[in-house]
């Protein structure tokens, strides 16, 4: 399941006496496939997919309480554990994604990275869990020691090709500076 979302600073951001602000974070739903949700609770279909919503947070709200708020307000039983927020950056016409640690606060990187949403946006991901989970420590560590080997493999075998290259090339050098 993937679950963008877009955090926009407007004039619907309020500064309380305590020095924290609160806001709304926009959120789009972009889901891959359908999670698990309350019996009938009727929040998340597959024609909800695109849609908007909104959730409103405050400036200490962390990303895992955004995390859990989020999936408590589309009525998701999965775990919060199952998914990581990430903030997607647009720096001339590269997008870079980073992963927000559960310690971290939507809201402020919101506002540092400014009013504009092409510049910082945020999604929510389901954690996919790799081929490599499933191995040992010791059978990673053997693929390790396997893949260190061909490599040292290719890089003789690329050193000897680049030798044989120099050592023609050089002959040839020699047939046409030979002095008379």
């Known amino acids: 399941m993937k679950?963008?979302?877009f955090l926009t600073v407007s004039?619907?951001?309020t500064l309380n006496s305590n020095g924290i602000y609160?806001?709304?974070i926009k959120v789009q739903m972009e889901l891959c496939r359908p999670p698990q949700t309350s019996?009938?609770?009727?929040?998340l279909s597959p024609s909800s997919n695109g849609c908007m919503n909104t959730l409103h947070i405050s400036s200490t709200n962390t990303v895992g309480e955004v995390i859990e708020a989020l999936?408590?307000?589309?009525?998701?039983?999965?775990?919060?554990?199952?998914f990581a927020l990430y903030k997607r950056c647009h720096r001339e016409d590269q997008v870079y994604a980073?992963?927000?640690s559960d310690r971290e606060h939507p809201l402020y990187l919101r506002l540092v990275a400014g009013p504009r949403t092409d510049?910082?946006?945020?999604?929510?991901r389901e954690h996919e869990i790799g081929e490599?989970?499933?191995f040992s420590l010791p059978e990673l560590q053997n693929f390790l020691r396997i893949l260190d080997k061909e490599e040292d493999e290719q890089l003789q075998n690329l050193r000897r090709r680049y030798a044989a290259y120099r050592h023609k090339l050089q002959e040839a050098l020699r047939e046409v500076w030979k002095p008379d």
């Open 119 to 124: 510049t910082l946006s945020f999604v929510l």
């Open 98 to 100: 980073c992963k927000l």
């Open 132 to 134: 490599w989970e499933a």
């Open 11 to 13: 004039s619907l951001l």
């Open 3 to 5: 679950i963008a979302c």
């Open 22 to 24: 609160t806001g709304f």
């Open 39 to 43: 019996p009938n609770s009727g929040k």
């Open 71 to 82: 999936l408590k307000k589309f009525l998701v039983t999965e775990s919060p554990a199952k």
